[in-house]
T-cell receptor
Framework: SQQGEEDPQALSIQEGENATMNCSYK?????LQWYRQNSGRGLVHLIL?????REKHSGRLRVTLDTSKKSSSLLITASRAADTASYFC????????????FGTGTRLLVSP | SAVISQKPSRDICQRGTSLTIQCQVD?????MFWYRQQPGQSLTLIAT?????????ESGFVIDKFPISRPNLTFSTLTVSNMSPEDSSIYLC???????????FGPGTRLTVT
């Protein structure tokens, strides 16, 4: 399977703490995207990082990419109860780059 | 981002029947994608649909089971044929925003097969 792996599978933290999720993938990529999914609903696009970028920020989100290790991380700072969701990374391969290959996901629970 | 709608939002179907899911986008897009998310799992690409040509299916998915139509640049349908309980999943369509590589997803169709 070409599916990426995410860890941890589940993460439970208190409001105000930071949450870090990691994603590893197997093939060369054009870009990597992070998504949030609340309770089995549609996916919300969070951020895209290209293969020639190492770090990207958007509000409370920070994404890093290490193509030599084929890995990425998503950091959510000062987490809120509303951040409770599943988070997925998805890679777009270098060839056929419009397809997305999703990771296994991390379930984040932020308690008040 | 594109505004994407799907119909129906959910359905409960009998084994052996078929269901057609519609995906409508508010702007013209070249490629549309159909994904499946089985219960508690991640997303898997079913097929890529280009307007005016046959869809391209991923390994493990076949046209007889998941026929796709793409009649114009804003609309596509996915049919789940001869359903079994194993087809119970969320089905999502997505499109890529022009020149950005960002993919945006519809709200999904939650299918339960009894």
């Amino acid at each position: 399977s070409q599916q990426g792996e995410e860890d941890p599978q589940a993460l439970s933290i208190q409001e105000g703490e930071n949450a870090t999720m990691n994603c590893s993938y197997k093939t060369s990529i054009n870009n990597l995207q992070w998504y949030r999914q609340n309770s089995g609903r549609g996916l919300v696009h969070l951020i895209l990082i290209r293969s020639n970028e190492r770090e990207k920020h958007s509000g409370r989100l920070r994404v890093t990419l290490d193509t030599s290790k084929k890995s990425s991380s998503l950091l959510i700072t000062a987490s809120r109860a509303a951040d409770t969701a599943s988070y997925f990374c998805a890679t777009s391969p270098s060839v056929g780059f419009q397809k997305l290959v999703f990771g296994t996901g991390t379930r984040l629970l932020v308690s008040p | 981002s594109a505004v994407i709608s799907q119909k129906p939002s959910r359905d409960i179907c009998q084994r052996g029947t078929s269901l057609t899911i519609q995906c409508q986008v508010d702007s013209q897009v070249t490629m549309m994608f159909w994904y499946r998310q089985q219960p508690g799992q991640s997303l898997t690409l079913i097929a890529t649909a280009n307007q005016g040509s046959e869809a391209t299916y991923e390994s493990g998915f076949v046209i007889d089971k998941f026929p796709i139509s793409r009649p114009n640049l804003t609309f596509s349908t996915l049919t789940v044929s001869n359903m079994s309980p194993e087809d119970s999943s969320i089905y999502l369509c997505s499109v890529e925003r022009a020149s950005s590589y960002e993919q945006y997803f519809g709200p999904g169709t939650r299918l339960t097969v009894t």
